[in-house]
């Protein structure tokens, strides 16, 4: 199997992300009123904010917003769907994170909740939860698309491709969602 296209990131690329979801959480902490466009604003101001840094190119800071506002998204569409936390979308012990991270993925989440029927109609694109290795995500547990075979990060990372098969295409793995009928 050929490895996709995608962009190669500097190996800053980890930090950045991380500073850039601090960013957001601490810019919606101070925000009057918290909307999807709210959040979609701090997005675009972390990306412009790291882009002005000068440590990445625009391409970089674009795609690591691209990165984080798919993780978000992803978040309060399980949050809305199952009522849920941060521990089943992760599939984590949590005690295994950083509480700094959780602190922050929660707080965005809890901001953002009320607008969650407007995300899910923006949400039309099936493959919201599917990644690529190369693409930098958060922790959480991911499948292999192509041999189901499971990987686990522990912190934000970059995914590697499947150690069983090579495969490069992954879908993040939640607990009991989409929500089972009882």
Not at 43 to 55: D, G, R, S, T, V
Not at 124 to 136: K, L, R, T
């Amino acid at each position: 199997m050929t490895e996709p296209e995608r962009s190669h990131l500097s190996g800053k690329a980890l930090e950045v992300y991380d500073r850039m979801l601090e960013r957001v959480q601490g810019r919606l902490k101070l925000a009057q009123e918290t909307s999807i466009e709210t959040l979609e604003e701090e997005i675009k101001n972390a990306i412009q904010f790291e882009y002005e840094l000068e440590e990445m190119t625009r391409e970089e800071a674009d795609l690591l917003g691209a990165y984080l506002q798919r993780d978000l998204a992803h978040l309060m569409h399980f949050v809305d769907e199952t009522g849920e936390g941060l521990t089943e979308w992760l599939q984590l012990d949590i005690s295994l994170l950083e509480h700094q991270l959780a602190d922050r993925l929660l707080s965005v989440a809890d901001r953002t909740r009320v607008d969650t029927l407007e995300l899910n109609q923006k949400l039309e694109n099936d493959d919201a939860g599917h990644y690529i290795s190369g693409e930098v995500a958060t922790a959480g547990m991911f499948r292999c698309l192509n041999c189901s075979h499971m990987r686990c990060l522990t912190a934000t990372s970059h995914l590697e491709p499947c150690d069983a098969c090579g495969s490069h295409y992954y879908e993040r793995v939640t607990s009991r969602w989409p929500r089972r009928e009882e």
